[in-house]
């Protein structure tokens, strides 16, 4: 599996954006699907994620703001990112797991300005 991630960019606080991840391969509809986020100077951190059965879970720094899905038919996972904040602000990747599978995308940058 091969990832491919998409949609960062500027944006202001309070506005949004939808950020995608294309997978090639096949068995994307196995994958546990997620979005991780890495700061200046922090760690890598789970944002969301969302299972072959379509079960999410979201950081709760991005509760009632972002939501994960996903498209099998086109083997793509999206984060629609609302109401952004400043530190919203990171490189954002995508994650895909199973079993001893765990791989990741390029990251895509997000600049959240005041």
């Known amino acids: 599996v091969q990832l491919q991630a998409s949609g960062g960019g500027l944006v202001q606080a309070g506005g949004s954006l939808r950020l995608s991840c294309a997978a090639s391969?096949?068995?994307?509809?196995?994958?546990?699907m997620a979005w991780y986020r890495q700061a200046p100077g922090k760690q890598r951190e789970l944002v969301a994620t969302i299972t072959s059965g379509y079960r999410s879970n979201y950081a709760d720094s991005v509760k009632g703001r972002f939501t994960i899905s996903r498209d099998n038919a086109k083997n793509t996972v999206y984060l629609q990112m609302n109401s952004l904040k400043p530190e919203d602000t990171a490189v954002y990747y995508c994650?895909?797991?199973?079993?001893?599978?765990?791989?990741w995308g390029q990251g895509t940058k997000v600049t959240v300005s005041s």
């Open positions: 391969g096949t068995g994307f509809r196995f994958l546990t």
């Open positions: 994650n895909a797991r199973l079993r001893s599978l765990d791989e």
